[in-house]
């Protein structure tokens, strides 16, 4: 018989250590609170509700993913592309188990989404498959993508609203990068973690005065 093949996980990624994990929580909810109290936000509340004087609780509206984690790659025990030469990277054997510290620079809000954009250092851009910026990324916003550093679809998904699946968040960020990058940026409001900017059809972006870093472990996951 020959040797079995190792299978492959659902994904890998870095994954919050669980005290990170509940001060990031802890931080973030604290900013959805303070999102939903803002004037210029329930200016756009239909946007999010579908209707013009109802209120939102930010808090309920997203459920939160079990684990805190920033995906690397998505490998669908296999069946997703370039999921095995991935696995066998020398940088990824390498890095199984070891300690990162992920800088989370911005926060984004959407009616779909929230999530936080993780700024890679060098080491971790390592880790960062190239192709992954541009999977599953809608043809008309493909070429500002490719113009984006690489990495930029980086991110921690904090939460999604009903029926939203996790992998929108990366979508979602990247979304907001472009239509930044074509100079589309709305109101602006100053708050005391940065400066939140409107990016039309509901969509958030707060820009943090300091980064929240957070410690991880990059790993494989497998349900
Ligand atoms: P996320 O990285 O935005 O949280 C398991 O489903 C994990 O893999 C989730 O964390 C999810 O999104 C991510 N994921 C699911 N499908 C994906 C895909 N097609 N591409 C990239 N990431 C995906």
């Not at 936000?41 to 997203?62: N, P, W």
Request: glycine share 6%; proline share 5%; with cysteine.
């Amino acid at each position: 018989e020959p040797p079995k093949e190792p299978e492959l996980p659902l994904f890998f990624g870095w994954f919050l250590l669980p005290e990170e994990e509940e001060r990031i929580k802890c931080a973030t909810m604290d900013f959805l609170k303070t999102l939903d109290t803002l004037e210029a936000f329930k200016e756009h509340i239909s946007e999010f509700t579908g209707e013009a004087e109802k209120e939102v609780d930010l808090e309920q509206y997203f459920q939160s993913p079990l684990q805190l984690h920033c995906t690397t790659k998505f490998c669908d025990y296999g069946k997703a592309e370039g999921a095995k030469e991935y696995a066998e990277l020398q940088a990824v054997k390498e890095s199984l188990a070891k300690s990162y510290e992920l800088s989370v620079t911005a926060l984004i809000v959407t009616p779909r989404t929230f999530g936080a954009r993780v700024s890679l250092t060098e080491a971790q851009v390592k880790l960062w498959p190239e192709e992954a910026d541009k999977e599953g990324v809608a043809p008309a916003l493909l070429p500002i993508v490719e113009a984006l550093p690489v990495g930029s679809r980086a991110h921690v998904t904090l939460g999604c609203s009903a029926g939203v699946e996790a992998v929108q968040t990366g979508l979602d960020l990247l979304e907001i990068l472009a239509l930044q990058k074509e100079g589309k940026e709305g109101t602006q409001v100053e708050m005391d973690l940065g400066t939140l900017t409107y990016l039309s059809e509901g969509r958030w972006f707060l820009a943090l005065r300091e980064p929240i870093n957070a410690d991880t472990t990059f790993t494989s996951f497998s349900e």
